[in-house]
């Protein structure tokens, strides 16, 4: 045989072989199946018209990739792992559905109904983001999917990690018109129980998670935020957020301060605190933005919770490889993550995290995306209902009033 005819051979031999389909982020589905406590794990892509696409594993109703719109086109703007068994066997919450309850309670117990409830302990006699196994590690069953959206479910078990009650938990993810991902909660139980989940996707905007976000603007809308004791648990306190390096009510770098002489800094080394909101009534507020000015690109964060827990990921030290073999470095990304305090079923001061029979707990997040690299106006205070493009008034974003998402 000739090298030419070899050649021919093998060119035959390529387009004849099926290859297993890619996503648009390069995620491969067939690298999401397997087999967690006899249960299937899998990779489900959802799209929307303009080009968006999130890819997500039942495998802890996690957010594996998010292509979103740039100045140059789309990037995957989170963090995570290109398999199942990454995912399965590394410690890290990328992407991941947190609860029962995320965050750590202190003491690993609380009170309820003059019951009290002994979970599980670790570490310091503390339990945090709901224990083990957390609804992250959990493979949660699908309930639909169509081309724009996937709801999942997951019941979790009454005294599963010491938490009362059996907690039926749906999600589903919506990937709008307006260029928003939209996460929608709701719980119910059969005993008083509490409870505090949110999604916790570790977010690159610049597309490019070699890089840290340093350079990233960050804008919060909030006067103060929760305060940690030396051990890191709340201890219910509040401090303003003037005159300190917590100060994002107007737009700066995330680096700016992030390594001020600061006693609250100095316990988590960087960004890891709960931003308190004005949102008593638990409607969807605009309450934050992030603008990566090279890439073109902004995110805005829109939420029904009264807090926002704002990670800088500290704890990432460049020797964990996620998609396409990159090692994310310290400070890579930020998490949002949408919340009620930890600790609230010992601070009877913090907004309530008890969900009683009969009653549904509803919970909604919202992160979208523009080309815009102007921030939001921090006047807009009303209900937010409708996630459509981004519109220019006085000089100012004012996303999301434009169409109806369905």
């Known amino acids: 045989m000739t090298k030419k005819t070899f050649a021919i051979h093998i060119l035959m031999l390529l387009i004849c072989v099926p290859m297993a389909a890619q996503t648009l982020s390069g995620l491969s589905p067939e690298a999401f199946v397997t087999d967690v406590n006899g249960k299937k794990t899998a990779l489900y892509t959802i799209t929307n ?3 968006m696409e999130a890819c997500i594993t039942n495998y802890g109703a996690r957010l594996v990739s998010l292509m979103a719109p740039g100045r140059y086109g789309m990037d995957d703007v989170v963090l995570g792992f290109d398999n199942i068994n990454d995912y399965v066997s590394l410690k890290q919450n990328f992407g991941a ?4 309850y ?5 003491g690993a117990h609380f009170v309820l109904d003059g019951k009290e409830y002994q979970l599980q302990g670790f570490g310091k006699g503390n339990i945090s983001h709901g224990g083990k196994p957390g609804f992250a590690n959990v493979v949660w069953d699908v309930v639909s999917k169509t081309d724009s959206s996937l709801t999942l479910r997951y019941l979790s078990p009454d005294g599963e990690a010491g938490f009362p009650g059996n907690l039926t938990v749906t999600l589903t993810y919506t990937l709008t018109v307006g260029n928003a991902l939209k996460i929608d909660y709701e719980a119910t139980t059969d005993k008083p129980t509490v409870l505090n989940i949110s999604n916790h996707s570790f977010f690159n905007i610049s597309g490019r998670p070699e890089k840290d976000i340093l350079h990233e603007e960050l804008m919060v809308k909030s006067k103060k935020i929760a305060t940690f004791d030396a051990q890191k648990n709340l201890d219910g306190g509040f401090r303003k957020v003037k005159g300190t390096p917590f100060d994002f009510r107007k737009p700066k770098t995330i680096g700016q301060d992030i390594d001020k002489d600061d006693e609250q800094l100095a316990i988590t080394k960087g960004y890891d605190h709960s931003f308190v909101l004005k949102n008593r009534k638990g409607e969807l507020l605009l309450q934050a933005s992030l603008v990566d000015q090279e890439a073109g690109r902004q995110m805005i964060v829109y939420t029904t919770e009264p807090a ?3 990670y800088t990921a500290n704890g990432l030290k460049g020797n964990q490889k996620g998609k396409r073999g990159i090692a994310y470095p310290h400070r890579s990304a930020i998490c949002f993550e ?5 600790d609230s079923p010992n601070h009877p001061e913090f907004p ?4 009683r029979p009969g009653e549904t707990w509803h919970s909604t997040t919202v992160y979208q995306f523009t080309t815009s690299t102007r921030q939001p106006t921090t006047c807009l205070t009303g209900p937010v209902t409708v996630f459509g493009l981004g519109i220019g008034l006085g000089g100012l974003l004012v996303a999301g009033i434009v169409s109806l998402i369905k």
């Open 338 to 342: 949408a919340m009620h305090l930890a």
């Open 97 to 100: 559905t947190v609860g029962r």
């Open 352 to 355: 309530s995290t008890v969900l």
């Open 308 to 310: 926002l827990h704002i």
């Open 49 to 51: 018209q303009k080009g």
């Open 102 to 106: 995320i965050g750590r309670i202190k």
